[in-house]
């Protein structure tokens, strides 16, 4: 099994790449941080009896995935699996925030995760079913004021993941949407994770216990994948309440923890 | 004068023994991970003893690149300044966690501070242990009983449990200290554990949440002053001849786990070997 991580050198890639090597998988892992890209590859390699090949690139930029691209095909390297990972969030006040970082959100976390999986599905060993895991965020349930870019971005994510699913149906691909709540990846994320308080905790979710389902999921065919229950009740009142209702809850939440955070 | 190094020196039992062991004439080079908490840990030091001689290093022991550099510019001194001569390491820095997190090479942050940051420290600045005759001493815990290494997923990546990768962590501890002297002991070389009991820090308190920030709270009231593991680290590195045991609570010897065998110990060292891709060698 060949599995191609992007995102790798994070903290949901990483757990999800300790997973696979875990699971005796080889893995292609690719990510803008070099050097923790070398440190993932040496935890793996000394861990587990896996093969783990590394490539930096910046899936924002066309050229940089042509040239790693490129050097798949030299080798003749072929997947199994695809884990889009790689994305980025800067939360706050649309008008606050730098106008091109906001342009960057969507151009990694939407259109970059677009680019890799038409190049990974391109590049699928034939003849074997395919697996593709998008990174979605329960936040892709609600539109989501204060984190209005993000959250639109990996709604992107959840209906082009819906809608591509049945394209390829049929041609032994299972595409999976993870839709987790907050993890805990970093000191920031947990730092954030305090200041939105109980609401924070209940909705955060064991990083490993997400990398293990998670490939249960898509090996088995699952089509989406919400941890937790009281996240699943969450993204069910999404459905069911006006969407501009929600947006004005969730409005007033985030200002009132934006003012502490 | 002997030279000691410490790690977590800025605060709790680290900042205390270095304290007590600057005041009885050990030159004392500690490592902290911030600049500010290093000085004012060594503005602390000097206060009550203004000739004590105390040296700060600056590293991130989770991350292994930082661990290696750190223990590079420590030989350097140790060359220029104490003729290559390292009498004691006290592998002290830990954490406490209330997640699975990881380091930069996937490793689960609990095992790898409290573990093998102290494995690969002791393996970079062993020549000039092994020049001193010196001894090792980590900072252990009762903890480390009632539980098994989980040798087949050491960094708990099935159903995380802090408090199981704390104390397995601990045991972890004694585990290295048993390998290094059933190799070193003959090379001159003790390895010793200390036992703090409870104690009145902010180790569950740092960079954790929810229940484990909770819990800690309440339970630290009830913890003794740092100055009282302090005194069995000053213990053991005083005595002349080196005492003859392991584990050691209020300068006294303790029994430990039953799991605390020279299999597993072995075990033990041999997996670290291959985790921080080093060899200690033969003596």
Not at chain 2, 262 to 281: K, V
Request: proline content about 3%; aromatic content about 10%; overall charge positive.
């Amino acid at each position: 099994m060949n599995v191609m991580i992007t995102g790798a050198a994070g903290g949901l890639g990483r757990a999800l790449a300790n997973e696979c090597g875990r699971r005796g998988y080889n893995l292609f892992l690719t990510d803008i941080n070099e050097d923790g890209l070398l440190c993932i590859k040496r935890g793996l390699e000394r861990q587990f009896d896996v093969v783990v090949a590394t490539a930096v690139c910046d899936l924002t930029n066309a050229e940089s995935v042509d040239k790693m691209l490129d050097m798949i095909d030299q080798h003749g390297i072929c997947f199994d699996m695809l884990l889009n990972i790689a994305g980025l969030d800067f939360e706050g006040i649309f008008m606050e925030r730098d106008r091109e970082k906001l342009v960057k959100i969507v151009l990694l976390n939407s259109a970059a995760a677009l680019r890799i999986t038409h190049a990974a599905i391109n590049r699928r060993r034939s003849g074997k079913p395919f697996s593709i895991v998008f990174v979605s965020s329960l936040a892709s349930m609600f539109p989501m004021p204060l984190k209005a870019t993000y959250a639109a971005s990996k709604r992107f994510l959840l209906d082009f993941a819906t809608s591509l699913r049945q394209e390829l149906k049929r041609k032994g691909v299972s595409v999976l949407t993870l839709c987790p709540g907050g993890m805990v990846t970093t000191q920031e994320t947990m730092s954030s994770i305090k200041a939105q308080g109980f609401w924070g905790s209940i909705t955060t979710n064991p990083l490993e216990s997400i990398a293990h389902n998670t490939i249960d999921r898509v090996l088995a065919g699952k089509s989406i994948y919400i941890p937790g229950i009281l996240n699943r009740t969450l993204s069910f009142f999404g459905k069911i309440i006006p969407r501009s209702w929600v947006a004005a809850m969730i409005y007033w939440r985030w200002n009132k923890v934006q003012s502490r955070y | 004068m002997k030279t000691i190094v410490i790690t977590g020196a800025t605060s709790g039992i680290g900042l205390e023994t270095a304290h007590i062991l600057a005041q009885q004439g050990f030159e004392v080079l500690g490592i902290a991970r911030s600049e500010p908490n290093s000085m004012q840990a060594e503005e602390k030091i000097l206060a009550g003893n203004p000739k004590a001689k105390v040296t700060f290093f600056l590293a991130d022991l989770l991350q292994q690149r930082e661990v290696v550099r750190v223990a590079d510019e420590i030989n350097q001194y140790l060359n220029d300044q104490c003729n290559g001569e390292l009498f004691a390491l006290i592998n002290n820095a830990g954490c406490v966690r209330s997640w699975y997190m990881t380091t930069d090479e996937g490793y689960e942050q609990q095992f790898a501070l409290n573990h093998l940051a102290g494995f690969l420290l002791t393996y970079k600045l062993f020549p000039a242990l092994r020049k001193a005759q010196g001894r090792v001493i980590m900072t252990g815990s009762e903890s480390h009983k009632g539980i098994k290494v989980n040798w087949d997923n050491i960094m708990l990546l099935r159903r995380y449990n802090p408090l199981t990768a704390y104390k397995q962590s601990k045991l972890c501890n004694i585990l290295f200290a048993k390998g290094l002297n059933d190799r070193y002991s003959t090379a001159g070389i003790h390895a010793y554990v200390v036992d703090p009991g409870l104690v009145y820090t902010d180790i569950g308190n740092k960079e954790t949440g929810g229940l484990v920030n909770f819990i800690w709270s309440l339970r630290k009231r009830y913890g003794v002053s740092p100055d009282v593991p302090a005194k069995t680290f000053a213990f053991l590195c005083q005595q002349e001849i080196p005492p003859k045991g392991l584990y050691y609570c209020l300068c006294k010897e303790k029994d430990y786990s039953r799991q605390v065998t020279s299999e597993n110990a072995n075990r033990l060292f041999e997996l670290s070997e291959r985790l921080c891709d080093i060899r200690y060698g033969k003596v």
